[in-house]
Antibody, heavy 119, light 109 residues
Framework: EVQLVESGGGLVQPGGSLRLSCAASGFTFSSYWMSWVRQAPGKGLEWVAN????????YYVDSVKGRFTISRDNAKNSLYLQMNSLRAEDTAVYYC????????????WGQGTLVTVSS | EIVLTQSPATLSLSPGERATLSCRAS??????LAWYQQKPGQAPRLLIY???NRATGIPARFSGSGSGTDFTLTISSLEPEDFAVYYC???????????FGPGTKVDIK
């Protein structure tokens, strides 16, 4: 069974940092682009970042450029999102999803991890 | 940046009725359009990819159509489990950046 499990969310003060992780299983992780998508409370979905199979290409939504870094470790079947200089508007559930490169869609998604930026 | 608009914002229907959801792009996205279903407290689930292809395990009552700037998701006969929020999503040609529409909520009339 294909599975994605996020972790690392929590409460952080504005200006702080947090690192999210996504553990993948049930498929050949190194063969897929991977992405992060977020959803602010009561709001819609927003794509955040994606990364190519070998990590050689990475793309970001404008609002997180220079603050967030996506990375992966294919040996550990894991995806990461390093989030620095966090702002209140970054408060959201962050989902890890397979796809988002040559493949034009996201499937499947993890269950999400909540990040709350507040003093 | 390509902007997606969805209409209506809310669709109130009864089980057994047909649902027609619209997604319009600010410029052509070819067939790079996907649809997702999201229920409260759950992650989104892929329904349709490349405008008209049903994802694995998706019932035949869900269908997608369109190309260019105008797309439609049709649920032929609503089941109780279909009441949810539906999002469309597109991929820009290159680099691969993505945007979602604001969503259509299908609720029980």
């Amino acid at each position: 069974e294909v599975q994605l499990v996020e972790s690392g969310g929590g409460l952080v003060q504005p200006g702080g940092s947090l690192r999210l992780s996504c553990a993948a299983s049930g498929f050949t992780f190194s063969s897929y682009w991977m992405s992060w998508v977020r959803q602010a409370p009561g709001k819609g979905l927003e794509w955040v970042a994606n990364i190519k199979q070998d990590g050689s290409e990475k793309y970001y939504v404008d609002s997180v450029k220079g603050r967030f870094t996506i990375s992966r470790d294919n040996a550990k079947n894991s995806l990461y999102l390093q989030m620095n200089s966090l702002r209140a508007e970054d408060t959201a559930v962050y989902y890890c999803a397979r796809g988002g490169g040559i493949v034009n869609w996201f499937d499947p998604w993890g269950q999400g991890t909540l990040v709350t930026v507040s003093s | 940046e390509i902007v997606l608009t969805q209409s209506p914002a809310t669709l109130s229907l009864s089980p057994g009725e047909r649902a027609t959801l619209s997604c319009r792009a600010s410029q052509s996205v070819s067939s790079y359009l996907a649809w997702y279903q999201q229920k409260p407290g759950q992650a989104p689930r892929l329904l349709i990819y490349d405008a008209s292809n049903r994802a694995t395990g998706i019932p035949a009552r869900f269908s997608g159509s369109g190309s260019g700037t105008d797309f439609t998701l049709t649920i032929s006969s609503l089941e109780p489990e279909d009441f949810a929020v539906y999002y469309c999503q597109q991929r820009s040609n290159w680099p691969p950046v993505f945007t979602f529409g604001p969503g259509t909520k299908v609720d029980i009339k």
